[in-house]
């Protein structure tokens, strides 16, 4: 385990807090939000979270909403159960310098803004090192300072002096909520009540100039923390400390927008798939839509919100998933169902779309205003970007499976949310803001999109600072992004900006998203596909941790979708579906429960999570991403057809006047032969596009009525372009074999080493097995492994090590409750033990 910025202090009284451990560990973001909510907890003002907040607050001292800081970017004393006790910062501004305020910016994490922020303090200068005189500065020694919350404070003060200090008297405390279901004894809710001194930064003004940026700091050693002391003065953030983000010069004109021509697109219907995983996870997708909420259920917010009196019901819905991002059911519901309508013709599906659409054009108010939160509710939470996205892309999803009303909902509201007063505020008051823009370039690209979509984007929410580090391949500008918290959901930023080339054809963005897909894809891509970075946990270039939950579901999905984006702008670029088939068989599937629901975090060690059914982030985009599963097999450009992923489907599309159909056959991954036959009225012209994966082994040959036409290097497409006839056909064999790849990640075992083994794009689980080491007798080295693995008699896919048949290796996206590993330890043992 990792403890970055934090602080383990000895021998010295009073003792800090020893928090006692929940769950087990860590408690993640979504754990810590769900039991707030749990609690009543009003998360726009976090009010019941804090203690000792003071009187109100004197307007003369509230500058500006500071922007959130990442949890590690603060400084902060460790945490005591007493709260008057001494503690104090000092800034050396190198010599007596002249200056006319001072302002404090504080604590301000997306869930307790204000964190931290001491009770009563003075603050003094001086030029004498040691305080033997000074002149005080600000005084609050002697009452309460009022709660800030997240705002900077500043006070004026007039002086001239070297060294600044401020010093602490009294800690402000605060709750830690505890999970939900866990029952606390009086003495335990004493324990959780701590006090601690927190801080993002202390500027020093002179005329609007801070003189103490990168100005030494030092710290009480005592019940400080000097390692720390340092990030008071840091370097300003890119676009400042505070909120408002409005760039009008963002803005281009619709008149200048040249937008690249896809060479390939999408089929938005006319696949059928014939059995098959992917058959059979969207029939599983189809029961889990229709088995967790009702109707009612998806819609109880919007009514709520348009003051309709709630239905009896037999269940209570989630305070955080459910209540506190209103809405956000009716999207995930919607994502899911919508996409699948598009491939099957479930008459109940359908109906429930069609209920859940009307019933929310039911709520719509006067302005055309459809969400299912309150309009003076858009900051509280996650609304205003994470439920504004999913109720947008769930509408969209039903306006493309053909309910038109879907369609007209979003023009409304949006005509009206285009020119709402708040914008400037969207992008850094709303808890991960960046969220939000995915709504708005989404819309652009349906039949009601309109240039104002993409322009309020440009405007309010465009990160120009952000866009250059990307395109420079930094990794700071991921894993250290410097407003909120790094996340993998900096995904739907990507994909926006994405969204905004393909409509203006500015190379910044294009370059911002090439330089993204490389350091996700070199920095953060597990083994197997998942994405290992996650709020909540510092996660480092290739720091790939086994035992902290990531990969979340949601991640990799956005992950797909940026991949299959730049594949429809780069069809023959092979290396993005190569990405999206990892993430298909070894995050989607795998943590897909059946009918059940889905998993939430890719866990490669240990244990499958056991996958909910309550409206989690994972659920939605893996609803949505299992519905569009046939979407991804084929793809269609103006010369021709390109075979992606290899699954039992059809394909039936218009080309040169007639209805074409291409029939594949296959028990991929299962069996490595793959067998395409057309069905057509009359010959045609075209170009089929075959893949030969990255992982093929060697040179893929193609036959062509049974008679080898073509060959192909791993990474590339096949290009047969021919007259074809009615029943022609095209066979081949997926060359695959394993692949062992030593981990390098973070959680090394001293003396050991671990191996990933994958068959094809598949990831392999030696399941039974956790830490106990494979040991090799006879081998020369960790490869041997593959010429010991024996294929199971009628269970495909799984291997049992002929030296030791209790080691058995199945695949990922198989396992379900037992234990597992995905990267074993193995050892050769030469001399045969």
Same mark, same amino acid.
């Given at each position: 385990m990792r403890h970055e910025g934090s602080c383990e202090v000895l021998e010295r009284a009073p003792q800090p807090v020893h928090r006692p451990q929940l769950s087990g560990g860590r408690v993640n973001r979504r754990e810590f939000v769900t039991a707030a909510a749990c609690m009543g907890s009003p998360l726009s003002?976090?009010?019941?979270? &804090?203690? *000792?907040?003071?009187?109100?607050?004197?307007?003369?001292?509230?500058?500006?909403?500071? /922007?959130?800081?990442?949890?590690?970017?603060?400084?902060?004393?460790?945490?005591?159960?007493?709260?008057?006790?001494?503690?104090?910062? &000092?800034?050396?501004?190198g010599s007596p310098r002249t200056f006319d305020a001072i302002r404090l910016l504080p604590s301000n994490n997306f869930l307790s803004p204000g964190d931290g922020f001491p009770v009563r303090f003075f603050i003094e200068c001086s030029n004498d090192p040691m305080f033997h005189e000074g002149q005080r500065l600000v005084d609050y020694s002697l009452r309460d300072h009022p709660f800030p919350e997240d705002w900077i404070m500043k006070y004026p003060c007039g002086a001239q002096a070297r060294y600044v200090r401020l010093t602490v008297t009294r800690l402000r405390a605060k709750v830690i909520p505890p999970l939900i279901g866990l029952q606390l004894s009086e003495e335990m809710k004493h324990l959780l009540q701590v006090h601690l001194f927190a801080l993002s930064r202390v500027e020093v003004l002179a005329h609007g100039v801070d003189l103490a940026i990168l100005r030494p700091v030092t710290a009480d050693p005592t019940f400080g923390d000097p390692r720390q002391a340092q990030q008071l003065t840091r370097v300003p953030r890119p676009q400042g400390e505070g909120v408002l983000t409005d760039y009008a010069v963002n803005v281009t004109a619709e008149s200048t927008w040249r937008g690249p021509t896809p060479l390939a697109r999408s089929p938005l219907s006319g696949v059928a798939l014939h059995?098959?995983?992917?058959?059979?996870?969207?029939?599983?997708?189809?029961?889990?839509?229709?088995?967790?909420?009702?109707?009612?259920?998806?819609?109880?917010?919007?009514?709520?919100?348009?003051?309709?009196?709630?239905?009896?019901?037999?269940?209570?819905?989630?305070?955080?998933?459910?209540?506190?991002? #209103?809405?956000?059911? /009716?999207? %995930?519901?919607?994502?899911?169902?919508?996409? $699948?309508?598009?491939?099957?013709?479930?008459?109940?599906?359908?109906?429930?779309?069609?209920?859940?659409? %009307?019933?929310?054009?039911?709520?719509? &108010?006067?302005?055309? !205003?459809?969400?299912?939160?309150?309009?003076? $509710?858009?900051?509280?939470?996650?609304?205003?970007?994470?439920? %504004?996205?999913?109720?947008?892309?769930?509408?969209?999803?039903?306006?493309? /499976?053909?309910?038109?009303?879907?369609?007209?909902?979003?023009?409304?509201?949006?005509?009206?949310? *285009?020119?709402?007063?708040?914008? /400037?505020?969207?992008?850094?008051?709303?808890?991960?803001?960046?969220?939000?823009?995915i709504a708005n370039t989404s819309l652009y690209f349906t039949p009601v999109g309109r240039a104002a979509d993409l322009?309020?984007?440009?405007? !309010?929410?465009?990160?120009?600072?952000?866009?250059?580090?990307?395109?420079?391949?930094?990794?700071?500008?991921?894993?250290?992004?410097?407003?909120?918290?790094?996340?993998?959901?900096?995904?739907?930023?990507?994909?926006? !900006?994405?969204?905004?080339?393909?409509?203006? #054809?500015?190379?910044?963005?294009?370059?911002?998203? %090439?330089?993204?897909?490389?350091?996700?894809?070199?920095?953060?891509?597990?083994?197997?596909?998942?994405?290992?970075?996650?709020?909540?946990?510092?996660?480092?270039?290739?720091?790939?941790?086994?035992?902290?939950?990531?990969?979340?579901?949601?991640?990799?999905?956005?992950?797909?979708?940026?991949?299959?984006?730049?594949?429809?702008?780069?069809?023959?670029?092979?290396?993005y579906v190569n990405e999206i088939e990892k993430s298909v068989y070894n995050v989607l599937l795998a943590n897909q429960g059946g009918a059940t629901g889905f998993r939430y975090h890719t866990q490669l060690v240990g244990r499958k999570e056991a996958p909910t059914h309550s409206n989690t982030c994972c659920e939605g985009q893996g609803t949505r991403l299992v519905g569009s599963l046939p979407e991804f097999i084929f793809s269609i450009a103006d010369e021709g057809i390109f075979v992606n992923l290899f699954e039992a489907s059809t394909l039936a599309v218009r080309w040169a006047g007639q209805e074409i159909r291409l029939e594949m056959v296959t028990r991929f991954p299962l069996e490595d032969g793959v067998h395409m036959k057309w069905r057509l009225a009359a010959p045609v012209s075209l170009t089929l596009y075959i893949r030969v994966p990255s992982w093929a082994s060697q040179e893929m040959g193609i036959d062509v009525n049974g008679e080898r036409v073509a060959s192909g290097s791993p990474g590339s497409y096949v290009a047969l372009e021919r007259d074809w006839h009615d029943s022609d056909t095209v066979s081949f064999t997926l060359p695959r074999d394993f692949r062992l790849s030593k981990y390098v990640g973070a959680d090394q075992i001293e003396g050991q080493s671990r191996y990933a083994l994958e068959y094809g794009p598949v990831l392999m689980a030696a399941v039974d097995q956790v830490e106990a080491p494979i040991n090799l007798p006879g081998a020369r080295g960790p490869n041997d492994i593959v010429g010991m693995l024996t294929p199971v008699k009628d269970q495909p896919l799984h291997f049992t090590l002929s030296i030791d048949g209790s080691v058995r290796f199945v695949p990922y996206f198989e396992v379900s409750t037992e234990f597992f590993t995905c990267l074993p330890i193995i050892r050769a043992s030469p001399l045969g033990f």
């Open positions: 003002a976090f009010a019941d979270f &804090q203690l *000792n907040r003071g009187s109100a607050m004197p307007s003369g001292i509230r500058d500006e909403r500071m /922007a959130p800081s990442v949890g590690w970017s603060v400084y902060k004393t460790p945490s005591f159960q007493k709260a008057d006790l001494e503690t104090w910062i &000092q800034l050396d501004l059995g098959g995983l992917f058959n059979r996870a969207l029939e599983d997708n189809v029961r889990y839509l229709l088995q967790s909420y009702t109707v009612d259920d998806l819609l109880l917010q919007f009514r709520e919100r348009a003051g309709q009196s709630r239905p009896p019901s037999s269940r209570t819905p989630d305070p955080f998933w459910e209540e506190d991002l #209103g809405g956000s059911n /009716a999207g %995930r519901f919607l994502m899911g169902a919508g996409n $699948t309508l598009r491939w099957l013709n479930h008459v109940e599906l359908r109906k429930r779309v069609d209920e859940v659409v %009307r019933g929310i054009s039911d709520c719509k &108010q006067s302005n055309g !205003y459809v969400m299912g939160y309150p309009e003076d $509710t858009f900051f509280v939470s996650e609304r205003g970007a994470y439920v %504004r996205s999913w109720t947008t892309l769930g509408l969209i999803a039903a306006g493309t /499976a053909g309910f038109e009303l879907a369609f007209q909902l979003l023009r409304g509201y949006y005509d009206w949310f *285009n020119d709402r007063p708040y914008l /400037a505020q969207a992008l850094r008051r709303c808890i991960q803001g960046g969220q939000g823009m322009q309020v984007v440009q405007r !309010y929410f465009q990160e120009n600072y952000w866009l250059e580090a990307l395109a420079r391949d930094r990794p700071d500008a991921i894993w250290q992004y410097p407003y909120d918290r790094p996340h993998a959901y900096l995904l739907t930023d990507v994909l926006a !900006y994405l969204d905004l080339y393909r409509a203006t #054809g500015e190379e910044r963005y294009r370059n911002a998203v %090439r330089g993204a897909w490389a350091l996700f894809h070199d920095n953060w891509e597990n083994v197997g596909g998942s994405i290992s970075i996650i709020e909540g946990i510092r996660c480092p270039p290739k720091s790939h941790f086994l035992y902290e939950r990531l990969g979340e579901t949601c991640a990799s999905a956005f992950w797909m979708l940026l991949n299959h984006q730049l594949h429809l702008l780069s069809p023959k670029e092979e290396k």
